[in-house]
Nanobody, 116 residues
Framework: QVQLVESGGGLVQPGGSLRLSCAAS????????MGWYRQAPGKERELVAR???????NYADSVKGRFTISRDNTKSTVYLQMNRLKPEDTAVYYC??????????WGQGTQVTVSS
């Protein structure tokens, strides 16, 4: 079992930046993919970005060129650097890890609000 603790959300003006962090603990040896999802009010949860243990990344089209995902395997932590934020990026952002066992874990979520 893996526990996830997210941090870094908040209120930012359009065009601003935020960095989200997600630290994993527990059975971290089994983590394969680490990623970020988001859910805006009235919408389904969607993938934002994910990164494999080997460093391969995937991004949603809406964030390509603005967001960067990275991970520090020594700290079992995944980061999401968000630049040039837009009001439509407003959502609760969730960290997710997929494990080699086929199981996954979710973080508690962190609110990101982009507003002037």
């Amino acid at each position: 079992q893996v526990q996830l603790v997210e941090s870094g959300g908040g209120l930012v003006q359009p065009g601003g930046s935020l960095r989200l962090s997600c630290a994993a603990s527990g059975s971290i040896f089994s983590i394969y993919v680490m990623g970020w999802y988001r859910q805006a009010p009235g919408k389904e949860r969607e993938l934002v970005a994910r990164i494999s243990s080997g460093g391969s990344t995937n991004y949603a089209d809406s964030v390509k060129g603005r967001f960067t995902i990275s991970r520090d395997n020594t700290k079992s932590t995944v980061y999401l650097q968000m630049n040039r934020l837009k009001p439509e990026d407003t959502a609760v952002y969730y960290c997710h890890v997929a494990m080699t066992t086929g199981l996954g874990s979710w973080g508690q979520g962190t609110q990101v609000t982009v507003s002037s």
